[in-house]
C-alpha cells in the first residue's frame, strides 16, 4: 500500500506523485525564467506588442498541430519514458541555442528556440495531465491538478525574479544556461517514476492506428460525452481573453505604457505567480463545497476585474498608482482563472476513461491553444493601436467576459444535473 504523507482529507500523496510534482516544479521552473527572458529580449530589441505577439504566436502553432498526435502518443506508449525522453530532448535544445547564440542572429534565433519548445510540449503537456488520474481518483483527481497548478504558480511566482536579476544583470545566455540545469534534473526525478503500462495492439500501421484513435476520441468528445466538448469550447474562449490580456498586455503596459524597467515587469509576473498559487489553493479547499453551475460566476468575476484595470486610466493618477491597480486587477483575474481551469480539467478528466486520458487532455490544449495564438495577435494590434488609451482594449473585454459568465448559466445548472 502507497504511504498516505497527508490526512485523506487532502490528499493522497504517492511516491509517482511526488515524482511527478518535483519534476514539475523543475521543469516548470526551467520554462518560465527562459520564456520570461526570450520576452524581454524581444521587448527589449524591437519595442514593438505587435511583434513580440506575432513571435509568441508562432510559437504556439506546433503545439496545436502536434497535441493530438502527442495524446495518442501517451495512451500507446509508456508516459514515463516519454516524460524522460522529451525532457532530455529539451535541455539539449536549450543548450545548443545558448552556445549558438548571437546578437544578430538573436531574434530569429528566438522564434526558433520557441518553436522547439512548443513541438515537444506538444507531447508532454497531454502526457503529463494524463498521469494525474493514472495516479490519483475521485475527489483527489481536483486535488492532484490542484497541486500540479500550485507547482505551476510557484514557478511563475519565483522565475521572474530570478529571470529579471539574471536578464538584466548578464543577458538572455545564463537564463538559458539555468534553464538546461532545470531540464536535466527534471529527467532525474522521472527516471523513477513507476507507471503501469498496459500493453496494446500496435500491430496497424502508423497511419491506421492514427486514423482510429482520433476517429474513437472524437467520437466520444462529441456523442458520448458532448459537454466535454462544449467545456473545450468554453475554455478556450476564456483562453482567448485571458491569454491575451495578461500575456500581451501586461507586459505591454509596464514595459511600453506605463514605461518601466525589468524589475517592475519580474515583480508584476512574479505577483500574477502568487495569485495562481492562492487560486490553486482556494480550488484545493473548494473541492467538497465547489458545484459546477457556481462557475459561471467564477467567469463573471474574471471579467470583473479587468474593469479597474481599464477605469484607472482614465483617472489622474501617478504611475505608481497605475502600476499597483493594474496588478491588483490582473492578479485577481488570475486567481479567477486558475479556479475555472482547475475544476473544468477535472471535470473533462472525470468524465474520460484512463485509455482516452491522453487524447482528450491534448485536445484540451489543442482548442484551448488555437484560442492562444489568436487572442496574442488580435490583443498585440489592439494594444500598439490603443498604446495611449488602453482603457478601450481592457474596459470592453472585461465587460464582454462578463456577459459571457451570465450565459453559461444554464450550461453549468445542466452539468450539474
Do not use: W
Request: aromatic share 10%; charged share 10%; glycine share 6%.
Amino acid at each position: 500500500m502507497e504511504q498516505r504523507l497527508f490526512s485523506k482529507n487532502f490528499i493522497l500523496l504517492s511516491k509517482n506523485f511526488i515524482l511527478l510534482v518535483l519534476g514539475q516544479i523543475s521543469s516548470l521552473f526551467g520554462n518560465y525564467i527562459i520564456k520570461f527572458a526570450l520576452s524581454m529580449y524581444v521587448l527589449d530589441t524591437t519595442g514593438s506588442a505587435t511583434i513580440f505577439a506575432g513571435i509568441l504566436s508562432i510559437a504556439t502553432i506546433p503545439t496545436i498541430l502536434l497535441s493530438p498526435l502527442g495524446g495518442i502518443l501517451a495512451d500507446r506508449a509508456n508516459r514515463k519514458n516519454i516524460m524522460v525522453a522529451l525532457d532530455t530532448l529539451l535541455g539539449m535544445f536549450v543548450l545548443c541555442a545558448a552556445l549558438l547564440f548571437t546578437e544578430q542572429d538573436g531574434i530569429i534565433l528566438t522564434g526558433i528556440l520557441l518553436v522547439c519548445l512548443s513541438v515537444l510540449g506538444a507531447f508532454e503537456s497531454p502526457t503529463v495531465q494524463a498521469c494525474v488520474p493514472q495516479m490519483q481518483s475521485g475527489d483527489n483527481i481536483i486535488k492532484g491538478n490542484a497541486v500540479v497548478n500550485q507547482v505551476a504558480a510557484v514557478a511563475a511566482l519565483i522565475a521572474p525574479i530570478l529571470g529579471s536579476v539574471l536578464y538584466t544583470a548578464f543577458s538572455l545566455k545564463p537564463v538559458l544556461y539555468a534553464g538546461v540545469l532545470c531540464f536535466f534534473v527534471t529527467t532525474a526525478f522521472e527516471c523513477f517514476i513507476k507507471l503501469e503500462y498496459i500493453l496494446t495492439d500496435n500491430s496497424k500501421d502508423i497511419l491506421s492506428i492514427i486514423k482510429s484513435d482520433f476517429l474513437t476520441s472524437i467520437r466520444f468528445i462529441s456523442k458520448e460525452q458532448s459537454c466535454i466538448l462544449k467545456m473545450l469550447l468554453l475554455s478556450a474562449l476564456i483562453s482567448f481573453f485571458v491569454i491575451g490580456t495578461a500575456m500581451v498586455g501586461l507586459p505591454y503596459i509596464v514595459r511600453n505604457v506605463l514605461d518601466l524597467n525589468a524589475e517592475y515587469y519580474g515583480f508584476a509576473e512574479s505577483a500574477l505567480g502568487f495569485a495562481a498559487i492562492i487560486g490553486s489553493i482556494t480550488a484545493g479547499l473548494l473541492t467538497q463545497k465547489m458545484n459546477p453551475r457556481k462557475l459561471s460566476i467564477v467567469v463573471v468575476v474574471l471579467g470583473a476585474f479587468l474593469v479597474p484595470a481599464g477605469i484607472i486610466f482614465l483617472l489622474p493618477t501617478t504611475t505608481i498608482t497605475k502600476y499597483i491597480i493594474n496588478i491588483i486587477a490582473f492578479c485577481g483575474m488570475q486567481i479567477a482563472a486558475c479556479i475555472f481551469s482547475i475544476f473544468a480539467l477535472s471535470m473533462i478528466q472525470q468524465k474520460t476513461p484512463n485509455h482516452l486520458t491522453g487524447k482528450v487532455m491534448a485536445y484540451v490544449a489543442t482548442i484551448s491553444m488555437c484560442a492562444q495564438p489568436l487572442g496574442q495577435m488580435v490583443y498585440g494590434i489592439l494594444f500598439d493601436k490603443f498604446s495611449s488609451t488602453v482603457f478601450l482594449v481592457l474596459l470592453p473585454t472585461g465587460i464582454l467576459v462578463c456577459i459571457i459568465g451570465v450565459l453559461t448559466v444554464n450550461f453549468f445548472k445542466n452539468l450539474d444535473n
